[in-house]
């Protein structure tokens, strides 16, 4: 059966800083087979007060695109993939909802390419 394209819907939920926007979708646990729950952070209410602005930062973020995208997916997913979207996305996107000093982005990237990659990357 072909996997079917899925949108997504949009949760508040209270956080120690805050309330945040969830974006919950569904996906196949790669132990069992079982389908469950996800979810990704969007960013907090308060940068994104309505639905619709929520809805907009999910598109710009391309969220939509990952839960959708077979090769981000549980198992098919190896550490390199894992790896290389994190520094693509929390460390050097400068949007992001935390962004890190330049030397944290020096550091880790140095870690996480030179040592973890290296030996995990498969």
Known sequence: MAPRYQKGCLRQ???????????????????DGRRVERTLSVGYVKDFPTESDAWREVDRQHLTDKINDPTLQGANATFRQIAEDYIERDLLNVDAIKPKAETTISCYQHVIRHYLIDRWGG
């Open 13 to 31: 939920e209270n956080r120690k800083n805050g309330k945040v926007w969830k974006l919950r979708h569904y996906a196949i646990r790669a132990e």
